[in-house]
C-alpha cells in the first residue's frame, strides 16, 4: 500500500515552454503533498508544500509564478513549471502524507531536461 | 527549527563489512528521524524510523538505527553488506508530531560496496 506515482518519468521540453508534472497517491487519500527538486548528486529541496483545495505554501526562494502548483484532490497534485529555462533542468520529486502515520511516501521522481 | 548533518559524502565498505553511515540532528522539539535509500534514477524509499518507542529502530534489508539523544545522532548500520546496498542514503528529520510535517534532509551519503 501506499504508493506513489508521477508522470511522466522523463521530459524534454524546449525553452520557453511551461511542462505539467502529475503527483498520483494511488491507493490512499493524501491530506498534504509535497514537491521536491533535486540537483545532481545533491539532496531533496523541499520547494512547497500543498494541501487539497488551498493554496501551496512555497519555501523561501521559490518564486511561485514560476513553479505553479494545483492541488484539485485528496489524491492529485500538479506541479507546472512555467517558461522553462535550462536552469530548471532537474530532477523533481513528490510525496505524500497519509493522515496519522507520521511517514511521507515518494514518487519515483521526473527527470526534466530544458533545452 | 530543524537540521540534519551527515558525516561523509562518501563511504566504500567490502562486502560482507559492517557498515555505518552516520547523522547527527538538530530539533527544538523532540523529533522523528528518518533514514531513506535512493537507487540511481529513482524516488526514495524508507528504511526505517524513529517516532519516539524504542530508540533501536529496524528496519528493511538488514538495516538498523539508534537514536540517542544525549549524542543528538542517529546512525544507521548494518552488520554484513551486500552488493545491492550500494545507493545513495539520506538522513531526514521532522516535527510531524507537533504538526510540522516538513521532512529535513541531510546532503546524503554514497555507499559504494568493494566486491
Known amino acids: 500500500g501506499a504508493v506513489v506515482s508521477q508522470h511522466p518519468s522523463r521530459v524534454i521540453c524546449k525553452s520557453g515552454t511551461s511542462v505539467k508534472i502529475e503527483c498520483r497517491s494511488l491507493d490512499f487519500q493524501a491530506t498534504t503533498m509535497f514537491w521536491y527538486r533535486q540537483f545532481p548528486k545533491q539532496s531533496l529541496m523541499l520547494m512547497a508544500t500543498?494541501?487539497?483545495?488551498?493554496?501551496?505554501?512555497?519555501e523561501q526562494g521559490v518564486e511561485k509564478d514560476k513553479f505553479l502548483i494545483n492541488h484539485a484532490s485528496l489524491t492529485l497534485s500538479t506541479l507546472t513549471v512555467t517558461s522553462a529555462h535550462p536552469e530548471d533542468s532537474s530532477f523533481y520529486i513528490c510525496?505524500?502524507?497519509?493522515?496519522?502515520?507520521?511517514?511521507?511516501?515518494f514518487g519515483p521522481g521526473t527527470r526534466l531536461t530544458v533545452t | 527549527a530543524q537540521s540534519v548533518t551527515q558525516l561523509g559524502s562518501h563511504v566504500s565498505v567490502s562486502e560482507g563489512a559492517l557498515v555505518l553511515l552516520r547523522c547527527n540532528y538538530s530539533s527544538s522539539v523532540p523529533p522523528y528521524l528518518f533514514w531513506y535509500v535512493q537507487y540511481p534514477n529513482q524516488g526514495l524509499q524508507l528504511l526505517l524510523k524513529y517516532t519516539s518507542a524504542a530508540t533501536l529502530v529496524k528496519g528493511i534489508n538488514g538495516f538498523e538505527a539508534e537514536f540517542k539523544k544525549s549524542e543528538t545522532s542517529f546512525h544507521l548500520t548494518k552488520p554484513s553488506a551486500h552488493m545491492s546496498d550500494a545507493a545513495e542514503y539520506f538522513c531526514?528529520?521532522?516535527?510531524?508530531?507537533?504538526?510540522?510535517?516538513?521532512?529535513?534532509f541531510g546532503t546524503g551519503t554514497r555507499l559504494t560496496i568493494i566486491p
Open positions: 531526514a528529520v521532522s516535527q510531524m508530531n507537533f504538526g510540522n510535517e516538513k521532512l529535513t
Open positions: 510525496s505524500a502524507n497519509l493522515a496519522g502515520v507520521f511517514e511521507q511516501y
Open positions: 500543498s494541501n487539497e483545495g488551498s493554496k501551496a505554501t512555497y
